[in-house]
C-alpha cells in the first residue's frame, strides 16, 4: 500500500513538471517569435495609465460676424463643436465688419451676449479679425491652444477677393462644415426690406399673404429662390433631425421646479436671452412657450413674424438657458398646461412688444395669477424684435447696398454649391 501512494506522489510531481515547462516552452517560444517579426510588446497609452496625464481637449475655432444670429449660425458653431472637445468663437468688430461688408444690424456687446448664450460655445473671443491674419493665426495656435480653424463651404472672400482663410488652408489646420441651407443675415434683413418696400408703396391688401410667405418660406414673385426685387427669400425646410440635434433630449424631474416664459422669439436677439436668462435662474427647469405664427400675426400685425415658427423654435433651442419647449404654444396659459407640464412659475420680462395684455378682458395670464404662481421680471435689456426692425428701416439705403453686395456672392454659392454631408 505504502509503495503505491510512493508511486502516485512520484507520478504527480512528474506531471506538474513537465506542465512547468510546457508552459514555459510555450512563452519562450511565442518571445522568439515577437522577435524575430519585430513587434514589441508596449505599456498601454498614457491615457489609459492610472496617475499619467491624460490628453489634452482638442480645441477648434470658429469666427464670424454673428449678426442678426439665427438658427444658421447656432447649426455651424453645432457642427463646429463636434470636430473637437471645446469651442472658442472668435466675434467680428464693428469696424471690421464695416469695412468688409457694410455696418452691422446689431453692436458688438449685443453680438457678444448672443455667441456666449449658445450651448455648443465654451469660450469667446471679442474684436476678432474679419481676415485670419499670420499674426492672429500664431496667437490662436500659442495663447488659445486651437487645434483647427474651422469655416463653412461657402466662400469667405475678402474686398480684394482673396480667401479669409488662406493661411489656415495653408498651414493644413482647417476643417469645414457644412453650411445651414435656406437662412442667412442677408437673407433676415431681405425679409425686412421687402416688408420696407411692400408697406412704402401703401401694398395693404398683400400683407397676410407678405406675412405668409415669410413664414413659409415662399414669394409669389419668386423664380428660383429670388424676388423680383433681388431679395433671396428662405428656403428653409425644417426636419425632425435638426430639432433632435437642437434638443437637450433631458425630461424634468417629477419634483423639479419648473419655469414657465412664453412669447413670439421673433428674430431671436440679445433682450431674449437675457430674460431667458433671469428665468432659468428661479428654478431647476425652463420650459419656453414659442407661439405660432397665426398668433404672431394677430397680436403683432400682418407683417409679422419674420421668422417662421419652425425658425423660431430652432434659435430657442439653441440657448443654453432652455431646457425644453412648446412648438406652437397657446397665447393663453391654462389650468390643464399648468398641470400636464407640472408648471410651478409663470414669469413674463417688462420689456415687450405689447404690455397692454392686463388691460385685456382675455388676459393671456389670468390663471396663473389667480393661483398666485405668475411673476414679472425686470428685463435687463431694452431691446425687442422691432427695435431691431426700425435699426433696418433707419438705415435701409445702406443695407440696400449691403445686400445687393452680399446677394451676388450668395446667389453664386446656391448655382455652384455640391453636396456636403453633416452630421
Known amino acids: 500500500m505504502g509503495s503505491r501512494n510512493a508511486l502516485i506522489e512520484e507520478l504527480t510531481r512528474s506531471s506538474n513538471l513537465f506542465f512547468a515547462f510546457f508552459v514555459g516552452g ?10 524575430h517579426l519585430g513587434f514589441a510588446i508596449t505599456p498601454p497609452p498614457a491615457i489609459w495609465r492610472r496617475g499619467r496625464k491624460k490628453r489634452r481637449p482638442v480645441r477648434v475655432y470658429m469666427d464670424g460676424c454673428f449678426d442678426m444670429m439665427h438658427y444658421g449660425h447656432c447649426n455651424a458653431l453645432r457642427q ?3 470636430l473637437g472637445d471645446e469651442l472658442v468663437v472668435g466675434v467680428v468688430s464693428d469696424d471690421e465688419i464695416t469695412a468688409n461688408k457694410g455696418p452691422p444690424v446689431t453692436p458688438l456687446h449685443e453680438r457678444m451676449i448672443m455667441v456666449a448664450a449658445v450651448k455648443w460655445v465654451d469660450e469667446v473671443i471679442p474684436d476678432a479679425p474679419y481676415a485670419i491674419t499670420e499674426e492672429f493665426m500664431k496667437k490662436l495656435f500659442t495663447e488659445y491652444d486651437i487645434d483647427y480653424i474651422i469655416h463653412g463651404d461657402d466662400p469667405c472672400l475678402l474686398p480684394d477677393g482673396t480667401d479669409a482663410y488662406a493661411l489656415a488652408k495653408k498651414a493644413g489646420r482647417y476643417k469645414q462644415i457644412k453650411r445651414t441651407e435656406g437662412v442667412s443675415s442677408t437673407d433676415i434683413v431681405g425679409r425686412m426690406l421687402l416688408c420696407v418696400r411692400e ?26 429662390g429670388v424676388s423680383a426685387t433681388g431679395t433671396r427669400i428662405s428656403h428653409f425646410l425644417p426636419t425632425s433631425r435638426r430639432i433632435v440635434q437642437f ?4 425630461a424634468a424631474s417629477p419634483d423639479a421646479y419648473i419655469v414657465y416664459i412664453d412669447g413670439a422669439f421673433d428674430l431671436f436677439h440679445a433682450g431674449h436671452v437675457e430674460i431667458l436668462r433671469i428665468a432659468r435662474e428661479l428654478g431647476d427647469f425652463l420650459l419656453v412657450g414659442i407661439h405660432t405664427d397665426q398668433t404672431v400675426s394677430a397680436t403683432r400685425g400682418a407683417h409679422r413674424p419674420i421668422m417662421s415658427l419652425h425658425e423660431r423654435s430652432l434659435s430657442v433651442l439653441a440657448c443654453r438657458y432652455v431646457d425644453e419647449v412648446i412648438i406652437g404654444a397657446p397665447r393663453e ?23 397692454d395684455f392686463l388691460k385685456e378682458d382675455l388676459n393671456p395670464f389670468a390663471v396663473p395669477m389667480a393661483m398666485g404662481i405668475y411673476q414679472q421680471l425686470k428685463s435687463p435689456l431694452d431691446i425687442t424684435t422691432s427695435t431691431i426692425i426700425r435699426r433696418i428701416v433707419e438705415n435701409h439705403e445702406a443695407y440696400q447696398k449691403r445686400n445687393e453686395k452680399k446677394e451676388a456672392s450668395e446667389r453664386k454659392y446656391y448655382e455652384n454649391k455640391s453636396y456636403v454631408s453633416a452630421d
Open 26 to 35: 510555450l512563452v519562450l517560444v511565442a518571445s522568439v517569435i515577437v522577435f
Open 80 to 82: 463646429a463643436r463636434a
Open 199 to 224: 408697406r412704402s408703396i401703401g401694398d395693404s391688401h398683400n400683407h397676410s399673404t407678405l406675412q405668409r410667405q415669410f413664414s413659409h418660406g415662399h414669394d409669389q414673385k419668386v423664380d428660383d
Open 247 to 250: 434638443s437637450n433630449g433631458k
Open 333 to 355: 396659459v391654462s389650468k390643464d398646461m399648468i398641470t400636464t407640464f407640472n408648471i410651478s412659475l409663470v414669469v413674463h420680462g417688462t420689456v415687450a412688444e405689447n404690455m
